[in-house]
Each structure stands twice: as structure tokens, then as C-alpha cells.
């Protein structure tokens, strides 16, 4: 599958934002002809954990990642990476937070046990 970057970008200023912020895609992931997208809020944007959005092949939006409610005084610390293994998308954040996200809801699972460190 061949997608433009700058049509997400474009994409993510209809979906998230009012206007023409400087968003930066950090990482595009594709499966199953299925379009993620994990991108930086601009600064001293609200909820910047919810930063990973899917898209189907035609480009339509489905979903933006569910809040994840981190304590305090990391509430807000966005997904930086996101991958797939063994047929399902995880996420990671720089507190500690492996998750795994569903592919069809964007509802976010901590593995039990886990803990940030």
C-alpha cells in the first residue's frame, strides 16, 4: 500500500486540530490494509496520550486511541512508538507503559503485572 504523508497530515488537522498546527507524524504503521498513525501534539496540547489515530485504506478516519489515565505527573505523556506483534498493535510510552491496543475500538490494555518504572 502507497499512502502520501502529507495527505495524513492534512487528515490529522480534520480529524484533531482546528487549524493548521505543526503536527509531526513521528511513525505511519500499515496492516492488514489498515493505516496508524502515531504523531506529536503540538506543544501544550491537552490529552497528548491520545496521539495514535487509525485510518481504513480509503483513508477514512475510524478511531483515535482511548485516554489512558497515567497518575500524576505523567497524565500526559504521549505514545512514542507503536508496533506489531504477533498480530497485535502495542504501543509504548516513555514512562514505562507497553500497551496493547485494540485494532477495531482503539481501547488501550496494560498487560497485567506491568508497572512503569
Excluded at 500500500?1 to 505543526?22: A, G, P, R, S, Y
Amino acid at each position: 500500500m502507497n499512502i502520501n504523508l502529507h495527505i495524513f497530515k492534512k487528515k490529522l488537522n480534520d480529524v484533531e486540530f482546528d487549524q493548521d498546527e505543526n503536527v509531526k507524524i513521528r511513525q505511519v504503521v500499515i496492516y492488514k490494509e489498515n493505516i496508524y498513525l502515531n504523531f506529536a501534539y503540538p506543544k501544550g496540547h491537552p490529552e497528548k496520550n491520545r496521539n495514535i489515530l487509525k485510518f481504513d485504506k480509503n483513508g477514512k478516519f475510524v478511531w483515535r486511541v482511548q485516554a489512558m489515565d497515567f497518575p500524576e505527573p505523567d497524565r500526559d505523556r504521549p505514545f512514542t512508538y507503536i508496533g506489531i506483534e504477533d498480530g497485535k498493535l502495542y504501543a509504548y510510552n516513555p514512562i514505562g507503559y507497553n500497551c496493547y491496543i485494540d485494532m477495531e475500538t482503539g481501547e488501550v490494555y496494560v498487560p497485567p503485572g506491568q508497572r512503569p518504572w
